[in-house]
């Protein structure tokens, strides 16, 4: 196989494996837990190497997943005391685990070379190196094997618990009521999410997993409201951030593990600023038609309020709402647009009057007191 399609298959297998527990990462408000395993695999990684002499072995995995559950649990520990908030818990748990890893390292493990931008950034263009060979066969990169694995791992963890999970993500203490154990099912989840970032560890490095396992969950959320399609849209967002990191990486010569976190992030703020619901310009269209739709209810009570009286003809008169109103102009005249759309009110001449209906809904506004 071309060893270009091998680090683009390997790019997109990883981006995906990593984006489906995001998703209950982000629901959760989690996000920062990821960051945290990430960091604190690395004392596991040096303790298993000490045992074994070899950065190969599947016990560094195992090591380091375990490591990263234990975090996990001392977090928690600590945010359940209440003495602590979970973010100071998070902040002060890592940072620990992974000075542990740098002691052990620089005191015992110093003649061990260490190329801190691998770690920090990973290097998917030495992955197709790195052969899974049986028998003298070739079966390929061992890094797509293995995060091909974590992938179907992930996908029947999400398959056979996805009602509970779900439930406990969404509303814990119902999930409790109904017999489901909430703690079960996050230490399950948490150890999910650390065997994926030890298996992304190498290939993405410790920093960029982060971005792949919160950007493309975090653009989901922001584009759909269901859970199922949000699964689905954060996996295809974060294989087309795999793809197009590929592809800049390429054009720009630089690292693709890089550019797969700067693609998934340009895809996060497109989703933040143009998603249907929860984007920004949607947010503010919302916010300026909903202070449209308030002025023009003042409006009709204002004309209610003087209508069939002796300063109709000025209280009313289209020219002079502003300035009885004290709103700038541009407000007035679409309160008026939007009345007059609405068949609320009508200009009849140089005065503004409610139809039948806008008379009726000022009557039942100022019933209710506005």
């Keep these: 196989m071309n060893p270009e399609v091998e680090i683009l298959l390997i790019a997109v297998v990883t981006s995906v494996a990593c984006a489906l527990p995001g998703v209950f990462l982000v629901l959760r408000r989690l996000a920062l837990v990821s960051d945290a395993i990430t960091h604190a695999i690395l004392p596991g990684i040096v303790v298993a190497f000490f045992l074994t002499g070899s950065l190969t072995s599947p016990l560094l995995v195992v090591a380091a997943a375990a490591t ?10 600590m945010h ?35 190329d801190t931008d691998s770690v920090l950034l990973g290097e998917l263009a030495f992955a197709p190196f790195d052969r899974f060979i049986v028998g003298g066969v070739d079966l390929g990169p061992v890094a797509l094997w ?17 009602k509970e999970l779900k439930l406990a993500t969404l509303d814990p203490a119902l999930a409790a009521v109904l017999g489901f154990s909430p703690v079960l099912l996050h230490y399950l989840l948490m150890t999910a999410v650390s065997v994926t970032a030890v298996g992304a560890f190498s290939a993405a490095g410790s920093i960029l997993v982060v971005a792949l396992m919160i950007a493309p969950p975090a653009a989901a959320y922001l584009l759909v409201e269901n ?16 793809v197009g990191g590929y592809g800049l990486a390429r054009w720009l010569d630089v690292s693709i593990a890089g550019s797969m976190a700067v693609v998934c992030g340009l895809i996060f703020a497109g989703a933040f600023t143009f998603g249907p619901e929860r984007g920004l310009v949607s947010q503010i269209r919302r916010r300026s038609a909903q202070r449209v739709e308030f002025a023009a209810r003042l409006l009709a009570v204002h004309l209610l309020h003087h209508e069939g009286t002796m300063r109709e003809a000025v209280e009313c008169a289209v020219s002079n709402l502003n300035v009885h109103l004290g709103w700038p102009v541009p407000a007035t005249r679409k309160a008026i647009a939007f009345t007059v759309a609405r ?3 009508f200009e009849e001449g140089p005065v503004l009057h409610l139809t039948e209906v806008g008379r009726r809904f000022a009557e039942d506004l100022s019933a209710g007191g506005i």
């Design 343 to 345: 068949g609320l009110a």
């Design 80 to 114: 359940r005391t209440r003495l602590v908030a979970e973010d100071a818990a998070i902040g002060l748990v890592f940072p620990a685990f992974f000075s542990l890893g740098v002691v052990l390292v620089t005191r015992w493990a110093g003649k061990v070379h260490l």
């Design 68 to 77: 990263g559950v234990l975090s996990v649990v001392l977090i928690e520990a």
């Design 146 to 162: 293995m995060m091909s694995g974590i992938l179907l791992l992930n996908l029947a963890l999400i398959v056979v618990v996805f």
């Design 227 to 242: 859970f199922k399609p949000m699964l689905l849209l954060s996996g295809g967002l974060g294989a087309l951030g795999a």
